[in-house]
């Protein structure tokens, strides 16, 4: 069973900047892809982006393309989701998660998540 602990969230102004972490920890972490995920209040939980294992593959969800970057370190267990130009709209809780591959992180359905971490951006 994975842990998943997300840190780095807050408040921020439109057109700010924010980090968000995900230590994980239970599997191997360098054999999984990992993904962001985030749940507006009101809304269902949605896909934001995904890395391969290795890091060579990305994908993003066409709301944070070009405002959103994703990367992992795998010899500290964590995946990372650099988010800029924040916009009211990104306001959520965000979530990471682990799957097999990348291609299947945006219909697969899990079992778990972590506690998330609060995002809020005002106008």
């Known amino acids: 069973q994975v842990q998943l602990v997300e840190s780095g969230g807050g408040l921020v102004q439109a057109g700010g900047s924010l980090r968000l972490s995900c230590a994980a920890s239970g599997r191997t972490f360098s054999s999984y892809a990992m993904g962001w995920f985030r749940q507006a209040p009101g809304k269902e939980r949605e896909f934001v982006a995904a890395?391969?294992?290795?890091?060579?593959?990305?994908d993003y969800a066409d709301a944070v393309k070009g405002r959103f970057t994703i990367s992992r370190d795998n010899a500290k267990n964590t995946v990372y989701l650099q988010m800029n130009s924040l916009k009211p709209e990104d306001t959520a809780v965000y979530y990471c998660?682990?799957?097999?591959?990348?291609?299947?992180?945006?219909?697969?359905?899990?079992?778990?998540w972590g506690q998330g971490t609060q995002v809020t951006v005002s106008s």
């Open positions: 998660n682990q799957d097999r591959s990348i291609v299947t992180m945006r219909r697969t359905q899990f079992g778990s």
């Open positions: 890395i391969s294992w290795s890091g060579g593959s990305t």
